[in-house]
Structure formats: C-alpha cells, structure tokens
C-alpha cells in the first residue's frame, strides 16, 4: 500500500522561508514523478513543481522558478520543497503527489498549511 506523508509548513512572515518534506513508501518508485501543488481558499489546486526520480530532472510552475526548489533524496524516499521569499499570496494548504507522468498523480499526500503573514 502507498503512502504518501507530508511534514513541515506552519506559519512564516512575508520574506521567510519554509521547507516541506514528503516521504513515500509502499512502492517502487524508480520511474514516477513527485510532485507539490497547492490549493488557497476559494481557488483550484495548482501545480508547484515536479521531480523525476530517476534522472532528477525538475519542472516548476513559472511563477515559482527561482523561489521554490524541489529536490530529491533517493536513499531516504524523501522529497523537499524549499521556499524562499515567501509571500502573503503563498498562503495555501501544500500537497505532495506521486505518479507515472509529470501531469497524472495517483497518491497524495495528506496536505500541510503554510501562512504568509504580511
């Protein structure tokens, strides 16, 4: 059974930074994508950013390149975003995701808040 689980968020002023983490498990992994999305109140999910596990290429959203970073740990199954230079407009619940292809994600994980405070 595949589990995906999220740690880290919280609360950070405007400027700051956070770091997530995503841990999965219950599979091979070797091909698939993991991925961040976010979702704020009262808009639809969005993509963030997306790894390749094998060859660790990495995808990002345009207005997140240079201020968010997705990174891998093949030993540990753990994946990262980074955040940096974070913004009011960042505040929304973060979901990490794993799936066969950069756009189709079979497993997510539980979400985690994060909050920008201006």
């Known amino acids: 059974q595949v ?18 983490s ?7 992994f ?12 009262g808009k ?8 390749n596990w094998s060859t ?5 959203t345009d207005s997140m390149r240079g201020r968010f970073t997705i990174s891998r740990d093949s030993a540990m199954n753990l994946v990262y975003l980074q955040m940096n230079s974070l913004k ?3 505040t ?9 292809s950069r756009i189709e994600y079979d497993y997510w994980g ?3 808040q994060v909050t920008v405070s201006s």
């Open 44 to 51: 639809e999910r969005e993509f963030v950013a997306t790894i």
């Open 92 to 100: 929304a619940v973060y979901y990490c995701a794993v799936g066969p």
């Open 3 to 20: 589990q995906v689980v999220q740690s880290g968020g919280g609360l950070v002023q405007a400027g700051g930074s956070l770091r997530l």
């Open 22 to 28: 995503c841990a999965a498990s219950g599979h091979t």
């Open 56 to 60: 660790g290429n990495t995808y990002y």
């Open 88 to 90: 009011p407009e960042d």
């Open 30 to 41: 070797s091909r698939y994508y993991m991925g961040w999305f976010r979702q704020a109140p």
């Open 110 to 112: 539980q979400g985690t």
